[in-house]
C-alpha cells in the first residue's frame, strides 16, 4: 500500500513559477513510475508529466519546455517544476503511482493562475 500527498498548490499571476511536491509513504518507491495529473472544472484528468522507475521522462505537448519533473528516491518524493504558468494551466493536480496493476493517487492540490 502506497499513501501519497500533494503540497505546494496555490494562487500564483501568469508568467509565475510553483513547485508541486508529492511525498509517497511506504516501501520500494523508487520502482514506482510517478506521474502528474491535472483536471480542470468540466474537463477530463489528464497526463501532465511521468517519470519512469529507471528516470525516463515524459510530458504533455502543452508543458514542454515549462514544466519539469524530477524525483528523489532518497526522499520518495516527486516534484513538478512549474515556470511561465498561464491561467489554463489552472486547475487540481494529482500524484499517480504505478507499479504493475498497483495504481495509487493522491488527494490533489489546487492550482490557479491568475492575476
Known amino acids: 500500500q502506497v499513501q501519497l500527498v500533494e503540497s505546494g498548490g496555490g494562487l500564483v499571476q501568469p508568467g509565475g513559477s510553483l513547485r508541486l511536491s508529492c511525498a509517497a509513504s511506504?516501501?520500494?518507491?523508487?520502482?514506482?513510475?510517478m506521474g502528474w495529473y491535472r483536471q480542470a472544472p468540466g474537463k477530463q484528468r489528464e497526463l501532465v508529466a511521468d517519470?519512469?522507475?529507471?528516470?525516463?521522462?515524459n510530458y504533455a505537448d502543452s508543458v514542454k519546455g515549462r514544466f519539469t519533473i524530477s524525483r528523489d528516491n532518497a526522499k520518495n518524493t516527486v516534484y513538478l517544476q512549474m515556470n511561465s504558468l498561464k491561467p489554463e494551466d489552472t486547475a487540481v493536480y494529482y500524484c499517480?503511482?504505478?507499479?504493475?496493476?498497483?495504481?495509487?493517487w493522491g488527494q490533489g492540490t489546487q492550482v490557479t493562475v491568475s492575476s
Open positions: 517519470i519512469s522507475s529507471g528516470g525516463s521522462t
Open positions: 511506504g516501501s520500494d518507491f523508487s520502482i514506482y513510475a
Open positions: 499517480k503511482a504505478v507499479r504493475k496493476w498497483y495504481v495509487y
